[in-house]
């Protein structure tokens, strides 16, 4: 096997072939990083490579896998990304912000120890906008992530780096993390997969809102079935996380493994009727359609009234960006990110009347959207509501097909709906645009159904064989 074809095997293949000494850890950390050598100065995916510890981590593993009676964890050998906005013990963590430019953790998050404890291999850090606030991966510390189908547009964020180290086989799997869609706008603007998972399922520590059940940790791959894997490794409880909860990690595997729609109630929501649909978005996600009949799927075009989600999501948003960065504008101010300043600025305007109505929506979404949930066992959109726009426009897209955005999350208002009612939702690779860009296509479930999303995104994947198609610069 060439070093081209494991940088691009997937997880699953190189767990069977580490483990039966087809091919040693050492090797595939060795081809990923000559890889990364390669194709990160152009794109900017790493934004910090761990070559010396990564290394160090292969030839232990590679070690092991000879040792007689060695039990060997899930992901053993399996190199791994790690967003910047998550702490590495020994490795540069920085948040994308010049507050934290020379930061080098003493411990590491609990992600990544549940993630080396399986067996991966930290390859390094991939880039992210300045504390993940924003769907276009830039910061004033390591510049902007170029799209790998066209470096001219965005990769998406705020998992960028993850995205696109993903699609141009610098690394099989990549942890991220998700508040309004930083895990899925990534993979549909990049050709791969994301999932954001219900809040608690993938414990988040260290944190300083251990209530929070807006931004979750999750697991990207270019694949469904690795999604899957990396998944079953990272979620289950947490004393110290007051949200997570038990989680059957064998159902997840299951259900990738035997995928299926046959009988399904699966419901279109289009725009949801809270966004304009760019044309070719449009027509690339409904012919997704088709293929869930095909399947013997029941599909219906439907959706709860989401007319509160703009209102929640400027309360909830702007709660969160106080709870987390009100403390740094007072000294940092000058040198932070001009909408992550304006996102803490606007929620410290909030009024107690303002937030407690927002509380009180949300809770009535979560139920209109529970009840809908009882007539249809998924919903599908476009992740994204636009195909990769250009890198000049920070802020996103200022109009679609000539409508103007009322404010700059406006065109990411597709994945922020699943998020305030804490749905699980998945992006897949659905087509291409003519102009050759990647669309992806969101699949959401019920509350903690993790797995019978998963069983629909593999049942789907399967059925479209051209969706993993390499872009231009891999």
């Known amino acids: 096997m060439t070093d081209s074809e494991l940088c691009f095997t997937s997880a699953v293949d190189l767990v069977a072939l580490i483990g039966k000494k087809k091919v040693s850890p050492t090797e595939v950390v060795r081809a990923v990083l000559e890889r990364i050598e390669k194709v990160n100065p152009a794109l900017n995916a790493y934004c910090t490579v761990a070559a010396e510890q990564a290394l160090a981590a292969a030839r232990k593993a590679t070690a092991a896998v000879g040792k007689r009676g060695a039990k060997l964890g899930p992901l053993h050998g399996v190199p791994v990304s790690i967003k910047d906005l998550t702490p590495t013990k020994g490795i540069r963590t920085t948040w994308g912000s010049k507050i934290y430019e020379h930061h080098v953790p003493e411990a590491d998050a609990l992600v990544v120890e549940r993630l080396k404890t399986a067996g991966a291999i930290v390859i390094g850090k991939t880039n992210t906008p300045e504390f993940g606030a924003g769907a276009n991966t830039f910061n004033a510390v390591f510049g902007p992530t170029r799209n790998p189908w066209n470096p001219t547009l965005t990769c998406g964020g705020s998992t960028g780096g993850g995205g696109v180290a993903l699609a141009t086989g610098l690394g099989p799997l990549a942890q991220g993390s998700d508040l309004g869609g930083s895990l899925r706008l990534p993979a549909s603007f990049c050709g791969v997969v994301g999932f954001r998972t219900s809040p608690g399922c993938v414990p988040v520590w260290p944190s300083v809102d251990a209530w929070d059940t807006l ?44 995928p299926s729609l046959k009988g399904l109630r699966v419901a279109w929501g289009g725009d949801l009727g809270i966004t304009p649909l760019d044309h070719e978005v ?32 400027r309360a909830s948003r702007g709660l969160s960006m106080v709870t987390r960065h009100e403390d740094k504008l007072t000294q940092w101010k000058p040198v ?41 066992d998924l919903i599908l959109t476009p992740t994204a ?30 994945t922020y709906a699943f998020t305030v009612v804490n749905a699980p939702a998945i992006s897949v690779p659905c087509g291409f645009t003519r102009d050759g860009l990647p669309v992806g296509l969101q699949i959401a479930g019920r509350w903690r159904d993790e797995a019978g999303v998963l069983r629909a995104a593999a049942a789907f994947e399967r059925a479209q064989p051209w969706a993993h198609v390499r872009p231009p610069k891999a």
Do not use: C
């Open 336 to 376: 932070m990110q001009d909408n992550l300043v304006k996102n803490i600025e606007q929620g410290s305007m909030l009024t107690p009347s303002e937030i407690g109505r927002a509380s009180r929506l949300r809770t009535e979404l979560f139920h209109r959207v529970r009840e809908f949930f009882e007539r249809y």
């Open 385 to 414: 509501a636009v195909p990769p726009f250009p890198l000049e426009q920070r802020s996103g897209p200022p109009a679609i097909n000539g409508v103007p955005m009322k404010h700059y999350i406006q065109w990411a208002l597709l």
């Open 215 to 258: 931004s979750v940790q999750g697991p990207m791959a270019r694949t469904v079935a690795d999604t899957a894997l990396m998944l079953a490794a990272i979620a289950g409880p947490d004393p110290r996380v007051p949200v997570s909860y038990p989680v059957d990690t064998r159902a997840l595997l299951t259900a990738v493994r035997r």
């Open 282 to 313: 449009r027509r690339v996600t409904e012919a997704a359609r088709s293929v869930f009949r095909r399947l013997g799927a029941r599909v219906e075009d439907a959706h709860p009234r989401l007319d509160e989600v703009d209102e929640i999501v």
